[in-house]
């Protein structure tokens, strides 16, 4: 069974870093899966991020987090980062991994629903 599992989030000042990371578990994901990081504000949908997939990891990022965000994984770990830089109050929300067999990233990325199996989310505060 597929498993998901984020953590990482808090509260952080404007400027600041988080590193989230997504545990995953029951699938043999490194060629054959996507994993991506979504994002949630209050009243808001729920937005890609940043996307990786394939055995190259080819990645996908937002433009409103190019050149702050870093999506990286490792594959003994089983586990997905997401490193957050220069954190702005605009990127408070609850962040959510998925995960699903491996496609085109950037359409996958920009699209909530072609993923199949979700984490629970973890909350990520900027504010001072």
């Known amino acids: 069974q597929l498993q998901l599992v984020e953590s990482g989030g808090g509260l952080v000042q404007p400027g600041g870093s988080l590193r989230l990371s997504c545990a995953t578990s029951?699938?043999?994901?490194?060629?054959?899966?996507?994993i991506g990081w979504f994002r949630q504000a209050p009243g808001k949908e729920r937005e890609g991020v940043s996307c990786i997939a394939g055995s190259a990891g080819y990645t996908y990022y937002a433009d409103s987090v190019k050149g702050r965000f870093t999506i990286s994984r490792d594959n003994a770990k089983n586990t997905v980062y997401l490193q957050m830089n220069s954190l702005k109050p605009e990127d408070t929300g609850v962040y959510y991994c998925a995960a699903d067999s491996a496609g085109a990233i950037q359409g996958m990325c920009r699209d909530r629903d072609r993923w199949g199996s979700w984490g629970q989310g973890t909350q990520v505060t900027v504010s001072s």
């Open positions: 029951g699938f043999t994901w490194e060629s054959h899966y996507a």
